[in-house]
């Protein structure tokens, strides 16, 4: 093959990677909360650059339906959701690896489904210890999925924090509504060969649940969401059209590889 060729096939392979991820970014869509985690871990050394590539090892994700699931509610195609993972990660100069490769740097994984608050409620009837007359009833309710639905709505970030009253109920809608969403962790792989469980950043990303289904909105949640891998959000973030406009996708360059 010659030389002209392989950079014609590799522009080619660049175009198209860049076409796909713009057109993510541009794309209609959700407004898409995003809460991103990095653990105390400097955000900067989190993010790939030209001179120091971090490499990632993606071992797959799990559909995880926190609270009762809606019945007829369509989830995407695995193959399809790591496809798009594989892109967004590209989009930020991510470099993928597989086993036998490169030692990753980061062991990427990923959870997706639906989210809905779960409420227990039970009624106690009380009465007058001398009478027997029936005083009527009170209503105890506890909240089943209470950690990983404050966590979603990134309710965690707001604790003694002065808040607009359109942020309160942006949380509050994303808390007491359906979710769905698609959670980015990246883990560290000595921990992993240590049999141990260290996340070195997490990225929640979670539209509503009415008028939206996962499959449609999944390209546009991830590069949204995109910019924060590695960042830590001091409040959640609350990404719309305009925003994604704006927003400068990086495409990582393009390498050509000469034959041996």
Known sequence: MSHVLRRCLALVA?????????????????????????FGHDAEALRPTKDRPIHYLLLGGKQWDLGASVAGEKMPPVSQLESIVHSTLASQGFTMTQAGGVMPDIIVIYGYGSAYLEVDEWTEDEFDSESGEFLGGSTTSTVLNGREIYGLAGANKIKGKVLSSAVVDEITDAIENGRLYITISALDPQALREKKKSMIWRTRISIPSRRNRLPDAMQVMLASAAPYFGADSDLPLVIGDEDRRKTDVQIGETTVVEEP
């Not at 990677?17 to 809460?35: D, H, M, N, R």
């Open 14 to 38: 660049w175009w198209a990677t860049s076409i796909l991820t713009v057109s993510a970014a541009e794309k209609e869509g959700p407004e898409v909360l995003i809460v991103a985690d990095n």
